[in-house]
């Protein structure tokens, strides 16, 4: 896909690869070593990924973790795939963020991925 800004990504950026997935720095981070973790194929839909994809794409997501852990040692973090444009999803072509959590970068971290939704992030 010419327009696919992940279809498209500069073989230099890419932090660490698979047979079917690739990891890169985002763009606009939410924290230091923020990484995506990219499926190669084009689909929007992470349902839509074959189970060798699925499979492939998770075991990439462990590498980058162990990877952010080595070079940012990270006491936490944050996994999440946006699906569909009513999740908040930017760019049709799936993609896992894997957010390094520091102590103290946020207030109050309860609920984590929760927060998607602000006022039922606190329980």
Same mark, same amino acid.
């Given at each position: 896909m010419? +327009?696919?800004p ?5 073989d230099?950026a890419?932090i660490l690869e698979?047979?079917?997935s690739?990891?890169?720095? =985002?763009?606009?981070p939410?924290?230091?070593g923020?990484?995506?973790i990219? $499926?190669k194929?084009?689909i ?5 990924l074959t189970q060798?994809e699925?499979n492939d794409?998770?075991?990439?997501? =462990?590498?980058?973790? +162990?990877f952010l852990? +080595?070079?940012y040692?990270p006491s ?8 569909n444009?009513?999740a908040?999803?930017?760019?049709p ?6 957010i $390094?959590r520091?102590?103290? =970068?946020a207030? =109050?971290p ?7 939704? $602000?006022e039922?992030q606190?329980y």
């Open positions: 010419k +327009e696919c992940f279809c498209n990504v500069n230099s890419i698979s047979k079917y690739f990891a890169v720095y =985002d763009k606009f939410v924290n230091k923020h990484l995506l990219i $499926p194929s084009h929007s839909n992470y349902f839509a060798n699925k794409i998770w075991k990439l997501t =462990d590498k980058a973790s +162990e852990t +080595e070079k040692s936490g973090f944050n996994i999440g795939i946006n699906v444009k009513s908040g999803q930017t760019i072509h799936v993609h896992i963020h894997l $390094p520091y102590k103290n =970068d207030k =109050d309860t609920g984590g991925v929760r927060g998607v939704i $602000p039922k606190k």
